[in-house]
């Protein structure tokens, strides 16, 4: 799959209108100058590096958070419909699965993921991305829960559970 430059920057667009729905002042505008910061790395980041997973294409890490933040709300209000207890806020909810993924950025200084320069791995194994080396090993859950204290971005003790928890223990 591939996304259109316009896809591209529809979605950005979405991703953006969440943020501005959804995290309140004063943290909204730590968050929107982080991604400010990083937009133009962020817009076509793959959400992996493999096709065989998702979205390992250009512009995909965002095209899967938005999809992922639309799931968790619809699940949301079907959990509120059949009376659940909703033991978190929306906001909580939204930011956790906006930021659920953010480790794949990489540390700010280096990107996660590089362009794959090898033909056999791309054509047999669907590797379209490499690990970048010269990042220090971590997991995305941990390098997402860097990423906001190394920007001072606060999170609560359900967003950071769900963050860390995300991809199972």
């Given at each position: ?12 667009e ?18 929107l ?27 995909g ?30 906001e ?78």
């Amino acid at each position: 799959m591939s996304l259109s430059a316009e896809q591209i920057q529809s979605n950005w667009e979405e991703f953006l209108g969440y943020i501005d729905t959804y995290i309140s002042s004063p943290r909204k505008e730590k968050v929107l100058a982080f991604y400010k910061k990083f937009e133009d790395d962020l817009v076509l980041m793959p959400a992996s590096h493999k096709t065989a997973y998702h979205n390992a294409f250009p512009g995909g890490y965002i095209d899967h958070v938005n999809r992922v933040i639309e799931g968790a709300l619809a699940i949301n209000e079907v959990w509120t419909k059949f009376g659940a207890e909703q033991n978190y806020t929306i906001e909580e909810l939204v930011f956790s699965a906006m930021n659920h993924d953010l480790g794949k950025m990489g540390n700010g200084e280096e990107m996660a993921y590089l362009p794959s320069q090898d033909e056999w791995r791309k054509k047999n194994l669907g590797e379209m991305y490499q690990y970048n080396k010269k990042l220090a090993y971590m997991s995305v859950p941990d390098r997402s829960i860097k990423l906001h204290v190394d920007h001072d971005i606060k999170l609560t003790e359900n967003e950071w559970m769900t963050i860390k928890l995300h991809d199972g223990l």
